[in-house]
Structures are given as C-alpha cells and as structure tokens.
C-alpha cells in the first residue's frame, strides 16, 4: 500500500524558514505528481504547490509564490518543500498528496495523502 510520511514542521519565528519532506513508499515515486497542500484551524484545506512527475514543472498557488518552492528527489522517493520568509498566515497543518496521474492544483484529484505537520508561525 501506499505511504506518504511528512516531517520537518514545527514553531518558526515570522521571517523564519522550514523545509517540509515527504517519503513515499509502497508503489514507484516517479509515477505520481505531488501535490502540497495545507488546513488551517477553521478552514478547508487549500492547495500551496505541485510538482509534475519529472519534476520538470511547478505550480504555487498565489499567497505562497516567490516564498515557496517544491521540489523531488526520485530516487530519495521524497519531495520537499522549502518555506522562506514565513508568515504567521502560513501557520496551518501541511499534508503532502500523491496523484496516479498529470499535476493537478486540485484537492479532490489526489488518491494518497500523509498525516500532515504542523507549521506554527508566531509575530
């Protein structure tokens, strides 16, 4: 079955950076695109960023643009997700998703999906 494994969350300060992994296990890495997304507290989960199966493109979505980068390792079967100048509006749980075919900025298109991480960015 299909694992998806996030790390590297925690409290930064506002301007702070974090870099989010993801492991995946359980079927071939480079056969998934691989998507970002995250829920704050109240809120419906919303996409951040996504990455092609090559790794060849990316997407973000607006709030984290110029900030953010993802990026994947194939052979580490493992995609990242660096944050820079981090926003108190960033503080949510991060989940990382794994989609069986083309990128996709769509929650719903996603079939696998890993526990989340929390990212808590204070003032």
């Known amino acids: 079955q299909v694992q998806l494994v996030e790390s590297g969350g925690g409290l930064v300060q506002a301007g702070g950076s974090l870099r989010l992994s993801c492991l995946v296990s359980?079927?071939?890495?480079?056969?998934?695109?691989m998507g970002w997304f995250r829920q704050a507290p109240g809120k419906e989960r919303e996409f951040v960023a996504a990455?092609?199966?090559?790794?060849?493109?990316?997407y973000y979505a607006d709030p984290v643009k110029g900030r953010f980068t993802i990026t994947r390792d194939n052979a580490k079967n493992t995609v990242y997700l660096q944050m820079n100048s981090l926003k108190p509006e960033d503080t949510a749980v991060y989940y990382c998703?794994?989609?069986?075919?083309?990128?996709?900025?769509?929650?719903?298109?996603?079939?696998?999906w890993g526990q989340g991480t929390q990212v808590t960015v204070s003032s």
């Open positions: 359980g079927r071939t890495f480079s056969s998934f695109a």
């Open positions: 998703a794994a989609r069986a075919a083309g990128v996709s900025m769509k929650r719903i298109e996603y079939n696998y």
């Open positions: 990455i092609r199966r090559s790794g060849g493109s990316t």
